[in-house]
């Protein structure tokens, strides 16, 4: 299967955002994204893009220390996670990690190399990077559905 990407210039948080809402809106299918990046990158941004975009009104906070947060809309759940205080990839097994990722979820996982081994394979991976006061998004999808997502963001 071959891997397509895509790179972008985020000039702000707002473009983040608004990058974050436009995957929202690209589907229903289930689908894991992986958020690569440095601290302050704009992973959570980017997460609360995506949970805004999909209708979520309340505050949209970093996991950091729940390691998840739930969002429900309808049938389809929404699970961000931030991986960052992981500090064995074992965790994931005691908090039931595989039962967040079902055929109506669409799961966000920051630092997803902390749990590496115990989470499935990326649709999308994304990387966020500084570029001067910008960011830098590659998108890079493994996946029909990841491949989807990028063709939604282009169009």
């Known amino acids: 299967m071959t891997t397509t990407s895509l790179t972008l210039t985020l000039a702000d948080e707002a473009a983040t955002l608004a990058l974050g809402g436009a995957l929202a809106r690209s589907g229903n299918d289930a689908c894991v994204i992986f958020l690569h990046g440095e601290l302050g990158a704009g992973k959570t941004t980017f ?8 209708g979520h009104q309340g505050k949209v906070k970093s996991p950091t ?14 699970y961000h996670f931030d991986l960052y205080r992981l500090a064995d ?3 994931l097994e005691y908090m039931g990690i595989r039962d967040y990722f079902t055929d109506h979820s669409l799961c966000l996982v920051e630092w997803p190399e902390r749990g590496a081994g115990m989470l499935p394979s990326p649709d999308l991976d994304i990387t966020l990077s500084y570029d001067g006061e910008a960011r830098r998004a590659l998108l890079e999808a493994h ?5 989807k997502l990028l063709q939604a963001v282009q169009a």
């Open 47 to 54: 997460s609360r893009g995506v949970i805004q975009g999909l």
């Open 143 to 147: 996946t029909d559905t990841g491949r």
């Open 89 to 91: 990839p074992e965790e």
């Open 65 to 78: 220390y729940t390691l998840v947060e739930p969002y429900q809309f309808g049938d389809r759940a929404i």
